[in-house]
């Protein structure tokens, strides 16, 4: 049974940063696009990051150059590493697991299993 569980979040103030994590159990942690969603209230989910079994790395606009995705193979752990919060992050932050060609990295419903979702708030 695969699983992917999700901790790290909280309540922050802007420019402050986190550090969410994923465990995953169940599959072979690399040889899947590994990837962190997230969902604003009233919004849709949206793409945050990812990162695919070469190593490389995909972030939307709204957080390069402030959060990191990162993963150890050791812990079968998935990383996101926040910084410089702003207000508009607030959401609940889920990791996915999944095999998308590059073009549907940003997709969903490509995504085969999620974690519960880890909340983040981010006070002005």
């Known amino acids: 049974q695969v699983q992917l569980v999700e901790s790290g979040g909280g309540l922050v103030q802007v420019g402050e940063s986190l550090r969410l994590s994923c465990v995953v159990s169940?599959?072979?942690?690399?040889?899947?696009?590994m990837a962190w969603f997230r969902q604003a209230p009233g919004k849709e989910r949206e793409f945050v990051t990812a990162?695919?079994?070469?190593?490389?790395?995909y972030y939307d606009d709204s957080v390069k150059g402030r959060f990191t995705i990162s993963r150890d193979k050791t812990k079968n752990t998935l990383y996101l590493q926040m910084n410089n919060l702003k207000p508009e992050d607030t959401a609940v932050y889920s990791c996915?697991?999944?095999?998308?060609?590059?073009?549907?990295?940003?997709?969903?419903?490509?995504?085969?299993?999620w974690g519960q979702g880890t909340q983040v708030t981010v006070s002005a």
């Open positions: 169940g599959l072979t942690f690399n040889a899947y696009t």
């Open positions: 996915a697991e999944g095999r998308p060609i590059l073009s549907a990295i940003r997709t969903t419903s490509i995504y085969t299993n």
């Open positions: 990162i695919r079994t070469s190593g490389h790395e």
